[in-house]
């Protein structure tokens, strides 16, 4: 990675610091370290100290950013830039030391535009970097997405719901439907490894639906600066609003976009 810039080597900085956290903490974890935060959705001690420990690090090098973090890190700031931070993407995998998890760190500008991600999964020590208009990256190697246009070959990604079940049967059906358009589907329990995975053609496509900008947002990035498209269930490219996700590459996308559109009202 040439001319990284100081926010992305902040991003580094910060996700690596979290994901030490991770690691020093996985398969260990207590009873009274997890907290129910809401129906079926849980936090740990972890989960904060991560978010803590990335505060602290962005923060210190932009005290003019503000920050927008899952676990409830809010801060204002002047510089009309967000960072969005997701300290521990796929708790519930972690509780169950289930080892599939992510740190997830995103800047956004003031029009809604992706700077900069990183998406770090600690167990396999895999670093997912990418910069507006300079590329996608794996461990500092360019990555790009699928090339498959096979429909019988797809790898497919999703997520399902867990909580909210009034668009169940529209997941149902759009599930169905790909099924039948692919080879299998994969839900691994973190949005931001399933868009990395998409970037660097692991999987060839990605859908799911009620998500929040945390978990999505670095990926976002990855995945259109690995050449891929990335909207939501409506066909627009603006994400950040919304709250689904569909990435791929012009076929894949472009066949996920049509079910979503027949199964979904957007």
Known sequence: MENTSNELQAAIRAARAAGTITLDKFGELSHPEIQSKDFKDFVTD?????????????????????????????????????????????????????PVFSVSIALLNSNNELLAGVVYQ???????????????????????????????????????PFSEYHYLDSTIGMLRDVIHDSAGIRRAG???????YTACGRFDGFWEYKLFPWDFAAGVLLVREAGGTV??????????????????NNIT????????????TT
């Open 46 to 98: 972890v989960d904060r100290a991560c978010e803590a420990a990335i505060t602290s690090i962005i923060t210190k090098s932009f005290p003019e950013d503000s920050m927008l973090c899952e676990e409830g890190t809010v801060i204002k700031g002047t510089s009309g830039r967000t960072w969005i931070v997701d300290p521990l993407d796929g708790t519930l995998n972690f509780i169950h030391s289930f």
């Open 122 to 160: 600690p167990v396999l020590n895999e670093l997912f970097t990418a910069e507006y208009g300079k590329g996608a990256f794996l461990n500092g190697k360019k990555i790009t997405i699928s090339e498959r246009t096979d429909k019988e070959s797809f790898l497919m990604a999703t997520g399902l």
């Open 190 to 196: 973190s949005a931001a490894i399933d868009l990395a």
């Open 231 to 248: 909207t939501n269930f409506s066909g627009d490219a603006d994400v950040i609003k919304g709250q689904s996700i569909i990435a791929g």
């Open 253 to 264: 996308h472009k066949l996920l976009l049509e079910k979503a559109l027949k199964h979904f």
